[in-house]
């Protein structure tokens, strides 16, 4: 299953980092038009907006990029004891798979969780092992498993 999770997950990312790139790209051919036929203030403000999209897409690039590193440092055939990066975790809450946060996926028929170890759940869920019981946002609930 993780590698099934990990495959989607590398997927997803892959088609943000494809969109960014696009949207960057775009952005900087928009602000290199603008710059051909710049003739005031009008030019110039829409060369600016140009720029701050480029900005923006960068960003949105390098998180993905950042995300895209952390999966391809996961392993899906390691076992766990504790869990750490590249966990799929079971607990009486549900199935988390500590990698990026990246919603909800479903694999051989379960929903599970992507989740960062950042998160507030990843951050509870690291160290954890198989019987241990954490409180999460008021509610009890024990880890069933940790693969």
Request: glycine share 6%; proline share 1%; aromatic share 6%.
């Amino acid at each position: 299953m993780k590698k099934e999770l990990l495959d989607i997950a590398k997927a997803k990312v892959q088609l943000r980092l494809s969109e960014a790139k696009k949207a960057m790209e775009a952005a900087q051919d928009a602000a290199n038009e603008d710059t051909k036929s710049s003739a005031g203030d009008k030019f110039e403000t829409s060369r600016a907006m140009a720029h701050n999209d480029h900005i923006l897409y960068s960003r949105q690039w390098h998180e993905a990029n950042h995300d895209w590193n952390i999966l391809q440092s996961i392993n899906p055939e390691q076992s766990f004891v504790l869990a750490s990066q590249g966990s799929l975790v079971k607990t009486s809450m549900g199935l988390f798979f500590l990698c990026i946060s990246s919603g909800v996926l479903e694999a051989g028929g379960e929903k599970v969780m992507l989740t960062s170890l950042l998160s507030p759940i990843g951050e509870i869920l690291k160290g954890k092992k198989k019987g241990e019981k954490v409180n999460f946002r008021g509610k009890d609930l024990k880890v069933l498993s940790v693969n």
